[in-house]
Structures are given as structure tokens and as C-alpha cells.
């Protein structure tokens, strides 16, 4: 690290040593810190806008608590690029989210500093009430838990539960709300407004903070008294502002709002609050991107913006124009075309409209695209109450977000078979993200429930075609998954044809190895295929491959062509190997008295690290290949 450019930052290789400068010193760790993340993410892309939003919040966070003793809670660890650089990771930092780097999200395994996995957002209450808890009970009641969450993970359901038992079990949880108007996609829904309007007089706040340490140091305010004087005092500050206050409505002290860029203000409110008894919620307005002005007006690009000009700001665009389109591309383009001819349809997301580019309808049809912000059960249950009803929604979710709705999915949509498109976007193995978002688990964990449809479709035409199908009446609940980045096809646009539910297709026909795929990996054994048969002109011919298309129904007279001609059959699937499309396959046969030899390729019985998409398959032996090397086995 240059000395020169960061004086301070430089020698500041773990919290205990931002412990030893003075408070009029930490503007200009600020400055450093968000300057070293601009130079090292401008190189190594990852998460951006809100690292550099939060850069006070975490120094004032580190300065004042006694981390790793003291217990910080990151929600959602895309804006804990700061924490990593200030808790010996400053060095390494340049590996972030690289294969046996820096891991792209906090992570206990990697650093004591790193409190609870946090991949997906409103955890952070829960898990830091439980810490709280557990601090008491374990006998170490000096202990202090801080938990720190963004507005738009605030809109979740399991923040709610949060702060529904935070105000019944005793602790002194500190809950700190970094509010900057946005999730990803601007913050929507009524708790993003209500924070936006909610106003609070600090000195209001000084004066009661200041009462009450007075009447505990007297002996006056035990914890029934404490708890009895805290709603009244609620009660009267609403009768006289006119406001209810939703937190102080659940007996949690509210703070705020004040200006979370002001790094020495921040340090003393929160020495202030630090030891004061119960719940406390500080809630401090940022600003997404602070501190780097391309990012400052335009944060959901800067979200994660890829390789940039760290001086001009110019982001490093690669010249795409003739590669086919990302998958999520195809499918915004397909919605919107099919929602202009069908009036039914409805395009529901969890703040992601940019990211699975459901923005393309909304912006021609605003009134029949809702992003419910970040809540991926209720979007399901959502969906299924507008289908009962007479509409037709195509319901957006990460497949990785989608297990967080899996009971939403049994019990809101399959149960009644409610004509609902659920559109499990990066499907599969995603990259640099990592183990908590890997769409590994979608079809072994949906392949069980009743009701079901379930389809991967291997290219763009396939995927239009299963949407078009899947908007068909009497489809009942319809599962399309497909994975992040590029397909294959630069001419995408095809017409919109049916395809038969439950059916798939022979890629290429073959005497002695039958290979089965779902989903877009079919063309790395496509190219497995090919590469056997240029190589040897004798085996042409030798390897058929089916591609099934549908894991939900199966197709019956497909696998009885497999069943009935081969000994030897490979299952390939960017899916886990357990309870995936390869046992849906060996089941089949079971069922049905066939009995080749099966070897399954997926995803193995561990959560796969991060990494590029190619070097994962490289390692778990799903890229070319190492496929190649398993057909040719199986020939021999």
C-alpha cells in the first residue's frame, strides 16, 4: 500500500489500531478507505455503490466497539468491502472474489471479525438478537451486538419477525439503519417512504438519553419501570407530533435521523448509545456511492459496475454487439411481448427489475409490473393471489432468493396449481458471488412438490417457447429456470411456438453412450460430442444425446428409448448431483426395470466456493473436458 497516498489507512492493519487515533483523525481514514476501495474494485470488479456509502458507518462502528468481542451484523455483506479492509484483510483485498481469495461476501470461516453469514438480505436482526441472547446466557453480558441493515432489507418479512421478538426478549441490541432511499433498484414500498418522512428532534433525544441515565444511576428505572415509561413516553410524543413511530411502537429506542457521512457525530451518538439498557435503533441517512460522483447519480449501475476508470469514471464496457443476449435479457423482451398480447399477465419481482431485466415492461407497461421490494416470500404469495383471481403473473426470483420462499411455493401456489409463471433467474453455478448465491439447489428442492411444472430450457428459442407455453390456460404453476450471462444464439428472436409439457428432444442421435442434459450445459456436451467424433471418425455416431427439457413431468417415452437401447447412460445438470435430474433419471429406470449403468455429473454435496463459472466447472468436472473424459470412459 502506498505510504504516500494512504498515511493512515496504511497503518491500520486490524480495528486495534483505529482504536489508537483520535476522533479528529477519522475523516481522513474515511477519505483513505474510500479511495482504496475505488482503486482496487475500478480493477477488480464487485460490489461498489454500497461499500462507499457505508464507509463512515463502518469506521465508527470499529472505533467505538470492541470488535471481534463486540459482535457487528452485516445485512446483505455487498457493503462490507470497508469492514474486510479494516480487519486484516487490507493486503489481500486485491483477491476479492477471486478462486481462494477474499470471499465476496463476510463469512465466519474466513475471519472472527465476520459475525454470521450474510448473502441474502434481513437476517441480520435475527441473527444478532440470537447473539445478544447467547451473550447473556454464555455469561457475557458486557458483550455488545450491533446489527446493521439497509432500508430495502428493512422491507423484508424476516426483519419484522426480528423486531417483533427484539421488543419482547430482553437485551440491549444496538440496530443500526443505514437508510439511503435504495435496495438495489430505488427502495419502494411504504416502510422505505415512512423512513424517508420519519424526523426525529436530537435534542429531544439527548435530553431523554441523558434523563434516563439519571433516574438508573438513582435507582429509579428498573426494568418494569424502564419498559412503563418508555410507552408512555411514546404515547405523549405522538399524541403532541401528530407521528407514531413504528419502532418506538414496539418499545425499541429510536435515534434519528442523522447525517451518516459525519464520521465524528456518528462516533459520539453511538459511544452515547453504547451502553444504554434495551433495544435502540440508530437510524443515519447516506447517501449510495458517497464519496464518487458517477456512482452518487446513477447507484444502481454502479451496484456492481465491472471494471471502471477509477480518475475519469468511464466504465470499461466491452463491445458486446455481436454475442447473443444475456438470458434475462431474452426473457425481459419475451414479457413484454407476450404482455401485449395477453392482458392477463403480470410481471411481479423482489427488487430486481433491473437485474432480471423486468424493467423492459415495466417501462411500457408500469401498471402491470410490481416490485415488491425485497420479499421473495410474499412476491410468491402475491403472485398467487392475483392468479386466483383472474391474472396471470410471471413472478421473477434468483433461484438462490427463491429458497427463501419455498413454503410460499407449496402452500400458495401449488396446493391450489394457481397458473403462476415462477422464473427462477441465475440458475446454476453464478461465479464470483459464491456459496450463498449458487442456484444449485432450485430442481432437487421443487422437483418433490405436487402440482409442478418444472422446465430448463437449453438455449434463447427454448426459453421463449417455454414462456409462450408457459402462459398457456391450464398450466397451473409453471417452473422456467435458466442461468446468469449469455446464451448461444445472436439471432434469439423466433416465433413463439407451443411446446408439448412433459417432452424433450433428441440433439443427437448415437448407438452406445446415451447422454441426458437440462438446460444450457447440453451444448458444452454438444461440444464434448463433436470434439470425440473429429477425433476419432469411428465413434460418429456412437453418443447419442437427449436433451429432457422438463424435469416435472418426465418424459416417458424418451427415458423408455433410453432405458430400452443403452447400458450405458450420463446425466449432466448444473444442479446438485443429490436429488437433482440425474436421481430423477436413476428412479425412472428403477421404476420402470431398467437398469443401466448411470453416471450422474452436477454439482457436488458441499456449497460450491467462489470463482469464475469456468474455473468452478473446471474443479467439479462439469466443463468440457472433463465431460468429454466420462463419455469416453463409458465408450471404452
Same mark, same amino acid.
Given at each position: #500500500?502506498? !505510504?504516500?497516498?494512504?498515511?493512515?489507512?496504511?497503518?491500520? !492493519?486490524?480495528?486495534?489500531?483505529?482504536?489508537?487515533?483520535?476522533?479528529?483523525?477519522?475523516?481522513?481514514?474515511?477519505?483513505?478507505?474510500?479511495?482504496?476501495?475505488?482503486?482496487?474494485?475500478?480493477?477488480?470488479?464487485? %460490489?461498489?455503490?454500497?461499500?462507499? =456509502?457505508?464507509?463512515?458507518?463502518?469506521?465508527?462502528?470499529?472505533?467505538?466497539?470492541?470488535?471481534?468481542?463486540?459482535?457487528?451484523?452485516?445485512?446483505? =455483506?455487498?457493503?462490507?468491502?470497508?469492514?474486510?479492509?479494516?480487519?486484516?484483510?487490507?493486503?489481500?483485498?486485491?483477491?476479492?472474489?477471486?478462486? =481462494?481469495?477474499?470471499?465476496? +461476501?463476510?463469512?465466519?470461516?474466513?475471519?472472527?471479525? /465476520?459475525?454470521?453469514?450474510?448473502?441474502?438480505?434481513?437476517?441480520?436482526?435475527?441473527?444478532?438478537?440470537?447473539?445478544?441472547?447467547?451473550?447473556?446466557?454464555?455469561?457475557?453480558?458486557?458483550?455488545?451486538?450491533?446489527?446493521?441493515?439497509?432500508?430495502?432489507?428493512?422491507?423484508?418479512?424476516?426483519?419484522?419477525?426480528?423486531?417483533?421478538?427484539?421488543?419482547?426478549?430482553?437485551?440491549? @441490541? &444496538?440496530?443500526?439503519?443505514? /437508510?439511503?432511499?435504495?435496495?438495489?433498484? %430505488?427502495?419502494?414500498?411504504?416502510?422505505?417512504?415512512?423512513?424517508?418522512?420519519?424526523?426525529?428532534?436530537?435534542?429531544?433525544?439527548?435530553?431523554?438519553?441523558?434523563?434516563?441515565?439519571?433516574? %438508573?444511576?438513582?435507582?429509579?428505572?428498573?426494568?418494569?419501570?424502564?419498559?412503563?415509561?418508555?410507552?408512555?413516553?411514546?404515547?405523549? *410524543?405522538?399524541?403532541?407530533?401528530?407521528?407514531?413511530?413504528?419502532?418506538?411502537?414496539?418499545?425499541?429506542?429510536?435515534?434519528?435521523?442523522?447525517?451518516?457521512?459525519?464520521?465524528?457525530?456518528?462516533?459520539?451518538?453511538?459511544?452515547?448509545?453504547?451502553?444504554?439498557?434495551?433495544?435502540?435503533?440508530?437510524? @443515519?441517512?447516506?447517501?449510495?456511492? *458517497?464519496?464518487?460522483?458517477?456512482?452518487?447519480?446513477?447507484?444502481?449501475?454502479?451496484?456492481?459496475?465491472?471494471?471502471?476508470?477509477?480518475?475519469?469514471?468511464?466504465?470499461?464496457?466491452?463491445?458486446?454487439?455481436?454475442?447473443?443476449?444475456?438470458?434475462?435479457?431474452?426473457?425481459?423482451?419475451? @414479457?413484454?411481448?407476450?404482455?401485449?398480447?395477453?392482458?392477463?399477465?403480470?410481471?411481479?419481482?423482489?427488487?430486481?427489475?433491473? =437485474?432480471?431485466?423486468?424493467?423492459?415492461?415495466?417501462?411500457?407497461?408500469?401498471?402491470?409490473?410490481?416490485?415488491?421490494?425485497?420479499?421473495?416470500?410474499?412476491?410468491?404469495? +402475491?403472485?398467487?393471489? #392475483?392468479?386466483? /383471481?383472474?391474472?396471470?403473473?410471471?413472478?421473477?426470483?434468483?433461484?438462490?432468493?427463491?429458497?427463501?420462499?419455498?413454503?410460499?411455493?407449496?402452500?400458495?401456489?401449488?396446493?391450489?396449481?394457481?397458473?403462476?409463471?415462477?422464473? @427462477?433467474?441465475?440458475?446454476?453455478?453464478?461465479?464470483?458471488?459464491?456459496?450463498?448465491?449458487?442456484?444449485?439447489?432450485?430442481?432437487?428442492?421443487?422437483?418433490?412438490?405436487?402440482?409442478?411444472?418444472?422446465?430448463?430450457?437449453?438455449?434463447?428459442?427454448?426459453?421463449?417457447?417455454?414462456?409462450?407455453?408457459?402462459?398457456?390456460?391450464?398450466?397451473?404453476?409453471?417452473?422456467?429456470?435458466?442461468?446468469?450471462?449469455?446464451?448461444?444464439?445472436?439471432?434469439?428472436?423466433?416465433?413463439?411456438?407451443?411446446?408439448?409439457?412433459?417432452?424433450?428432444?433428441?440433439?443427437?442421435?448415437?448407438?452406445?453412450?446415451?447422454?441426458?442434459?437440462?438446460?444450457?450445459?447440453?451444448?458444452?456436451?454438444?461440444?464434448?460430442?463433436?470434439?470425440?467424433?473429429?477425433?476419432?471418425?469411428?465413434?460418429?455416431?456412437?453418443?447419442? %444425446?437427449?436433451?429432457?427439457?422438463?424435469?416435472?413431468? &418426465?418424459?416417458?417415452? $424418451?427415458?423408455?428409448?433410453?432405458?430400452?437401447? +443403452?447400458?450405458?447412460?450420463?446425466?449432466?445438470?448444473?444442479?446438485?448431483?443429490?436429488?437433482?435430474?440425474?436421481?430423477?433419471? $436413476?428412479?425412472?429406470?428403477?421404476?420402470?426395470?431398467?437398469?443401466?449403468?448411470?453416471?450422474? $455429473?452436477?454439482?457436488?454435496?458441499?456449497?460450491?466456493?467462489?470463482?469464475?463459472?469456468?474455473?468452478?466447472?473446471?474443479?467439479?468436472? &462439469?466443463?468440457?473436458?472433463?465431460?468429454?473424459?466420462?463419455?469416453?470412459?463409458? &465408450?471404452?
Amino acid at each position: #500500500m502506498d !505510504k504516500n497516498k494512504y498515511g493512515l489507512l496504511s497503518q491500520i !492493519k486490524y480495528p486495534s489500531d483505529l482504536r489508537k487515533l483520535s476522533v479528529d483523525q477519522l475523516p481522513e481514514v474515511c477519505r483513505e478507505l474510500r479511495q482504496d476501495i475505488i482503486d482496487e474494485v475500478s480493477v477488480n470488479p464487485g %460490489h461498489f455503490a454500497s461499500s462507499l =456509502g457505508v464507509v463512515e458507518i463502518t469506521v465508527a462502528l470499529h472505533y467505538v466497539f470492541d470488535t471481534p468481542d463486540d459482535r457487528i451484523v452485516w445485512d446483505v =455483506g455487498h457493503q462490507a468491502y470497508g469492514h474486510k479492509i479494516l480487519t486484516g484483510r487490507r493486503d489481500t483485498f486485491c483477491t476479492n472474489r477471486k478462486m =481462494g481469495g477474499v470471499r465476496p +461476501f463476510p463469512s465466519p470461516e474466513e475471519s472472527p471479525y /465476520d459475525t454470521f453469514t450474510c448473502g441474502h438480505a434481513s437476517n441480520s436482526i435475527s441473527a444478532a438478537l440470537g447473539m445478544a441472547v447467547a451473550a447473556r446466557k454464555t455469561g457475557h453480558p458486557e458483550r455488545h451486538v450491533v446489527a446493521v441493515i439497509g432500508d430495502g432489507a428493512m422491507s423484508g418479512g424476516l426483519a419484522f419477525e426480528g423486531l417483533n421478538n427484539v421488543s419482547s426478549t430482553p437485551n440491549d @441490541l &444496538l440496530i443500526v439503519l443505514n /437508510d439511503n432511499d435504495m435496495s438495489i433498484d %430505488h427502495a419502494v414500498g411504504g416502510m422505505e417512504k415512512y423512513l424517508l418522512n420519519l424526523d426525529t428532534n436530537e435534542t429531544y433525544n439527548r435530553l431523554r438519553f441523558k434523563a434516563s441515565q439519571w433516574l %438508573h444511576a438513582k435507582g429509579y428505572l428498573n426494568d418494569d419501570r424502564r419498559k412503563g415509561i418508555i410507552r408512555l413516553n411514546n404515547a405523549l *410524543k405522538s399524541a403532541i407530533s401528530h407521528q407514531q413511530n413504528i419502532f418506538e411502537g414496539m418499545n425499541i429506542r429510536y435515534f434519528g435521523p442523522f447525517d451518516g457521512h459525519d464520521v465524528k457525530e456518528v462516533v459520539r451518538i453511538m459511544r452515547q448509545l453504547k451502553d444504554m439498557r434495551g433495544p435502540k435503533l440508530l437510524h @443515519l441517512h447516506t447517501v449510495k456511492g *458517497k464519496g464518487y460522483k458517477p456512482a452518487e447519480k446513477a447507484a444502481t449501475i454502479w451496484h456492481a459496475p465491472g471494471r471502471f476508470d477509477a480518475e475519469t469514471g468511464e466504465r470499461i464496457v466491452p463491445d458486446t454487439s455481436n454475442e447473443p443476449p444475456k438470458f434475462q435479457e431474452v426473457f425481459g423482451n419475451t @414479457l413484454l411481448e407476450l404482455a401485449r398480447r395477453n392482458p392477463k399477465i403480470v410481471g411481479v419481482t423482489p427488487a430486481m427489475p433491473t =437485474g432480471c431485466s423486468m424493467n423492459i415492461m415495466m417501462k411500457e407497461m408500469p401498471d402491470r409490473v410490481f416490485d415488491v421490494g425485497i420479499a421473495e416470500g410474499h412476491a410468491v404469495t +402475491f403472485s398467487g393471489g #392475483m392468479a386466483k /383471481d383472474g391474472l396471470l403473473p410471471f413472478c421473477n426470483i434468483y433461484s438462490a432468493f427463491a429458497q427463501r420462499a419455498y413454503d410460499n411455493i407449496i402452500h400458495d401456489l401449488a396446493i391450489l396449481n394457481l397458473p403462476v409463471v415462477l422464473c @427462477l433467474d441465475r440458475a446454476g453455478l453464478v461465479g464470483e458471488d459464491g456459496p450463498t448465491h449458487h442456484g444449485a439447489f432450485d430442481m432437487a428442492a421443487l422437483r418433490p412438490i405436487p402440482n409442478l411444472t418444472i422446465a430448463s430450457p437449453m438455449d434463447e428459442h427454448e426459453l421463449r417457447r417455454l414462456m409462450y407455453t408457459a402462459q398457456k390456460p391450464g398450466m397451473g404453476t409453471f417452473v422456467i429456470r435458466y442461468p446468469r450471462g449469455r446464451g448461444h444464439l445472436v439471432d434469439w428472436q423466433c416465433p413463439l411456438d407451443e411446446i408439448a409439457v412433459g417432452t424433450g428432444r433428441v440433439i443427437h442421435e448415437g448407438t452406445d453412450v446415451a447422454v441426458i442434459t437440462i438446460g444450457p450445459i447440453g451444448y458444452d456436451v454438444e461440444s464434448a460430442i463433436q470434439q470425440i467424433e473429429s477425433e476419432d471418425p469411428n465413434r460418429k455416431n456412437h453418443v447419442a %444425446h437427449y436433451d429432457l427439457r422438463f424435469l416435472k413431468p &418426465l418424459d416417458d417415452h $424418451l427415458l423408455d428409448e433410453v432405458g430400452s437401447r +443403452f447400458k450405458h447412460v450420463i446425466t449432466v445438470e448444473d444442479g446438485v448431483r443429490n436429488g437433482g435430474m440425474g436421481s430423477a433419471v $436413476l428412479e425412472w429406470m428403477s421404476d420402470h426395470g431398467y437398469h443401466p449403468d448411470v453416471v450422474r $455429473l452436477g454439482l457436488p454435496d458441499c456449497f460450491v466456493e467462489h470463482g469464475t463459472v469456468a474455473q468452478l466447472r473446471e474443479k467439479w468436472g &462439469l466443463d468440457v473436458p472433463s465431460i468429454k473424459k466420462t463419455i469416453e470412459e463409458s &465408450l471404452t
